[in-house]
């Protein structure tokens, strides 16, 4: 009787052994972040600043803003159409359309992104830097108006330019090196009431002793404004 206990004993620690442990239940994979859907743009609107009898910053060896920027939105607008985009400026030669003519243009179109183009009176030489317009919220007690007010145009569109202009900076860090690596947010007044995303771009400066330095700086320029614009059109950042 003893015997056969301890046979039946040992079969089971036997059977025991040879039992699978138990499966633990599959780790599922991490999942990718999805990446911010596709924007849509049909226009490109390029924002030569000043003009006319606003010459914009004026440097010591006769370099006018007004001037420069108009040659580096041509050849933007040449960048960006070789993309099959369409671009407009919102002046093309030496007149002066008020701040608000040229956000008027931009807002005609739909899904239109604006791109004001400066160069700053200081800075150091060969460095660009990309802006996006810090707009203040609207007050909690704010009553809804039937049409949008023009001084807050730019606030539905605030994170998309906040994008964009984060793009450009990315860009324009690995043309001109001294760059600063990241946008900057600020009162930005050209922009105030473009309703689309819309950012600011400036180039240092037109203290430089002579406009060569500055011109040189144009394909760069354009090649990486319109790299970031496709980006930004197909969703990255």
């Not at 010459?55 to 006769?62: D, K």
């Not at 600011?200 to 320029?221: F, H, I, T």
Request: proline share 12%.
């Amino acid at each position: 009787m003893k015997v056969r206990l301890a046979i039946l004993l040992l079969a089971s620690v036997v059977v025991a052994a040879q039992a699978p442990a138990p499966t633990q239940p599959p780790v599922p994979p991490l999942q990718a972040q999805p990446a911010p859907p596709p924007a849509p743009v049909a226009v490109v609107v390029i924002d030569p600043a000043h003009g006319g009898g606003d010459p914009g910053a004026r440097g010591s060896a006769g370099i006018l803003e007004k001037d420069v920027v108009l040659h580096y939105a041509l050849l933007l607008r040449d960048h960006l159409q070789r993309q099959g985009l369409r671009a407009v400026l919102t002046r093309q030669g030496n007149d002066g359309p008020s701040l608000d003519d040229r956000a008027a243009l931009a807002n005609s179109y739909r899904s239109a992104i604006f791109i004001s183009l400066h160069v700053g009176s200081t800075g150091p030489l060969e460095t660009a830097r990309c802006y996006f317009d810090s707009v203040p919220a609207a007050p909690p007690d704010a009553q809804p108006t039937a049409l949008p007010r023009w001084d807050l145009a730019q606030q539905p569109h605030a994170e998309a330019s906040r994008r964009l202009a984060t793009l450009v900076q990315a860009q324009l860090r690995q043309k001109f090196a001294n760059s600063p690596a990241e946008p900057a947010g600020a009162p930005v007044r050209p922009l105030r009431n473009v309703a689309a995303p819309a950012i600011a771009v400036e180039v240092s400066s037109v203290s430089a002793p002579n406009r060569e330095s500055l011109d040189r700086m144009a394909v760069p320029l354009a090649d990486a404004v319109a790299r970031a614009v496709s980006a930004f059109r197909g969703g990255g950042g």
